[in-house]
């Protein structure tokens, strides 16, 4: 299918979007990865309020998400590249995840699939991560962007958190909108997603995400 901008926001209208949304955005994005929260926790985590139920390594999570996505929306205007993508990471996985920020040199194992990526190289993902930046559709290049970086798992972990915050660097730069799972659709994307881990084929999950995933507010005439 032809994938096209859903949404035409300037820039500015999109960080006020994601501002607008952040907790639900983090909220779903934890929920992604298994981090049982609900939405009032991750409010009330996201704002400082403590949560009994919820445990350290959960905290940690949900505050990293926040400072991840302060750090996209404080660099939007960077061209992405692999550190910028390096530096995601870090601050995704700071004091939860070994090594977060530099390039996986151990084997992984992926959840639902035998299916086990290639331990990455670094010049090869630069090469591949420029070869996406020229692509001309900015909602197809952050799509491609998210997806690329998924399954090639260049960290040792918080590699679907992410690849989703690379890929909304693009968007919301370009006033493309937010990629964002809905938790109705959780189910279906993670079968999705162990599909194009084991085909490498990402036309059916970016069409996937393209039509059920894509968040925005419909600005007109500036305002």
């Given at each position: 299918?032809?994938?096209?901008?859903?949404?035409?926001?300037?820039?500015?209208?999109?960080?006020?979007?994601?501002?607008?949304?952040?907790?639900?955005y983090i909220w779903k994005s934890a929920n992604l990865e298994g981090i049982a929260v609900t939405y009032p926790e991750t409010d009330a985590i996201y704002n400082g309020i403590n949560v009994p139920n919820a445990s350290v390594e959960d905290i940690v999570a949900i505050n990293n998400l926040k400072h991840a996505w302060k750090f996209v929306l404080d660099n939007i205007d960077y061209p992405i590249d692999y550190p910028f993508i390096c530096k995601i990471n870090q601050h995704v996985g700071i004091n939860l995840i070994h090594n977060a920020g530099f390039i996986r040199g151990l084997p992984v194992k992926m959840g639902g699939t035998s299916w086990t990526?290639?331990?990455?190289?670094?010049?090869?993902?630069?090469?591949?991560?420029?070869?996406?930046?020229?692509?001309?559709?900015?909602?197809?290049?952050?799509?491609?962007?998210?997806?690329?970086?998924?399954?090639?798992?260049?960290?040792?972990?918080?590699?679907?958190?992410?690849?989703?915050?690379?890929?909304?660097?693009?968007?919301?730069?370009?006033?493309?909108?937010?990629?964002?799972?809905?938790?109705?659709?959780?189910?279906?994307?993670?079968?999705?997603?162990?599909?194009?881990?084991?085909?490498?084929?990402?036309?059916?999950?970016?069409?996937?995400?393209?039509?059920?995933?894509?968040?925005?507010?419909?600005?007109?005439?500036?305002?």
């Open positions: 299918m032809e994938i096209y901008n859903k949404y035409n926001m300037t820039t500015e209208q999109n960080i006020f979007t994601a501002k607008r949304n952040i907790v639900d990526p290639d331990i990455p190289i670094e010049s090869q993902i630069k090469e591949e991560i420029a070869n996406i930046v020229n692509i001309k559709n900015a909602t197809d290049r952050a799509l491609t962007m998210t997806f690329y970086c998924a399954r090639k798992q260049i960290f040792l972990d918080g590699n679907k958190r992410t690849a989703m915050l690379a890929g909304n660097q693009i968007m919301i730069a370009n006033g493309a909108g937010i990629i964002s799972v809905p938790i109705e659709h959780q189910l279906e994307f993670k079968n999705l997603l162990v599909k194009f881990y084991e085909t490498n084929d990402m036309n059916e999950i970016k069409s996937f995400v393209f039509n059920n995933c894509i968040d925005g507010i419909p600005f007109e005439n500036g305002q």
